[in-house]
């Protein structure tokens, strides 16, 4: 493929290379499988899946935020049905001095959305979420008052493509 040629899919699948070849060992990213193998293995059985680490409201900011980077296509099904939501849960559970900047993030997220919408960003129509991503997800364009949402999505978008591309899906 030419440069011109390549999918947002197929450069995700690049880039998640590396962070999860600095974030796991094969032995922890085998253990990450199986957690999550458990966890949608009880879903299909009607058992709703438990977070350990984040909140319900954080749960469902991540659900729909892991979503937004990698959404269901014709190839594919979204970062939901690979079980990344649960991916991070079990990579925040594992590893606590790793929980600190997502919790901050997601609520860095919230925050910008009630201010601007009224509303939680799960809550927030898709237009609205889009509005604060384009803010924070070019780095070199986001205004400096953007820095902490830039810093939290870049790794949490490192973090969704390493769930997703590590994962059956």
């Known amino acids: 493929q030419s440069p011109r040629e390549i999918t947002r899919r197929d450069a995700a699948k690049l880039l998640a290379a590396l962070p999860a070849a600095l974030f796991f060992s094969n032995a922890e990213l085998e253990k990450a499988r199986k957690f999550v ?12 899946y438990a977070p350990k680490f984040f909140t319900a409201a954080e749960y469902r900011t991540v659900r729909v935020l892991v979503d937004m980077i990698i959404p269901r296509d014709e190839r594919s099904g979204s970062a939901t ?3 990344v939501p649960e991916f991070m849960d079990f990579w925040m559970s594992d590893r606590p001095g790793s929980q600190k900047w997502m919790r901050d993030g997601l609520t860095w997220i919230d925050a910008q959305s009630n201010s601007r919408f009224g509303k939680p960003f799960a809550d ?4 609205q979420r889009e509005a604060i991503l384009n803010d924070i ?13 830039v810093g939290f999505f ?13 994962s059956e899906i």
């Open 154 to 166: 870049n790794r949490f978008r490192d973090l969704t493509a390493s769930g997703f591309w590590s």
């Open 137 to 149: 997800a070019w780095p070199a364009r986001a205004p400096q008052s953007m820095a902490a949402g």
């Open 37 to 48: 193998d458990d966890a949608l293995g009880a879903a299909a059985r009607g058992t709703a």
């Open 81 to 83: 049905d690979a079980g």
């Open 124 to 127: 927030a129509s898709q237009t």
